[in-house]
């Protein structure tokens, strides 16, 4: 945010006004709410949601004329609830575990479903500053679903069927090939990180080679310097629409939003056709942010 863009005194006094009067609305909305499941009274229900999304609008142009750093937070916050809920679903599944593991286990099976299914709440806002952050996390929940089913699995097979006795060695040996491969897995998931890591550093690199030659060849080379750059772009929108952490890509985290990956495209396009304007420069600075991110996963031997 640029000293211009700061709101005045009196914008500033309007903008309170509206949080007071948002939280107001708010809270009336939600007291009508819980009146309405408390007493069963139906008609509450309308004018309580009515209040809730008023507040909502009133209270929005005070969190757009935020700063940076508090749309950072704010839109982080779905991800830090996730990771409470995710948290407390196993810390429950485990204080469960010596009363009934068959129900911890299904417990944790659930989580590792719901986790493949929904997905962490990756913010989009960010997404070259916070590109280095989700390799990490989206590795990191990957990991901890796996962990979860593959224990919750052992569990409902170990305790929660009827097994005959004479089956139990193959029981106890498929819980150990479990096991395994869940180390197999693990060790794969944080693999493909680092080398989607080190492609996209790479690719993201020769791109800017690319740009930068165009800008500073002959023009009599140009023809030749964009098609070097077209095809670097290409190998490097390939990696971009890749998923962090699995192949499968109903699941899995991006490595940067759809809109993001189109508004690059879009930038670089224009600085292969007009190469030394500011509009290579910029698309040079995001491609560098990529370079950056990735920094910390760069092996060149996984």
């Known amino acids: 945010m640029t000293v211009a863009s700061l709101p005045s005194a009196a914008e500033a006094r309007r903008l309170r006004q509206r949080v007071w009067i948002g939280a107001t609305c708010g809270v009336a909305g939600v007291i009508l709410l819980a009146a309405a499941r408390l007493y069963e009274v139906n008609p509450l229900n309308f004018p309580a949601c009515l209040l809730v999304v008023g507040a909502y609008l009133v209270v929005k142009p005070w969190f757009v004329a935020r700063s940076e750093r508090w749309h950072r937070v704010i839109t982080f916050l779905p991800l830090i609830v996730y990771v409470l809920l995710l948290g407390a679903v196993a810390i429950a599944a485990a204080g469960t575990l010596s009363d ?122 140009r023809r030749r310097l964009q098609e070097a750059a077209e095809d670097a772009w290409d190998a490097l929108e390939l990696t971009l629409r890749s998923k962090i952490q699995t192949g499968f890509h109903l699941s899995g985290t991006f490595l940067i939003p759809t809109e993001d990956r189109r508004s690059l495209e879009a930038l670089v396009t224009e600085a292969i056709a007009c190469p030394g304007t500011p509009l290579c420069r910029e698309a040079v600075a995001q491609l560098d942010m990529l370079r950056a991110a990735c920094r910390g996963k760069i092996d060149t031997v996984a």
């Open 100 to 221: 009934n593991p068959a129900l911890a286990g299904v417990a944790l099976l659930g989580l590792w479903g719901f986790h493949v299914s929904s997905g962490a709440p990756e913010p989009t806002s960010f997404a070259f500053e916070r590109l280095a952050g989700r390799l990490t996390w989206a590795a990191a929940f990957q990991a901890f679903s796996m962990v979860c089913g593959t224990v919750g699995l052992v569990f409902c097979i170990t305790r929660a069927l009827p097994v005959p006795e004479r089956f139990e060695p193959v029981v106890v040996g498929t819980s150990l090939g479990a096991v395994v491969g869940l180390g197999t897995a693990l060790l794969k998931v944080f693999a493909r990180v680092r080398k989607l890591g080190t492609q996209l550093a790479s690719n993201a690199g020769r791109m800017v080679r690319c740009l930068d030659r165009l800008s500073q060849g002959a023009v009599t080379e």
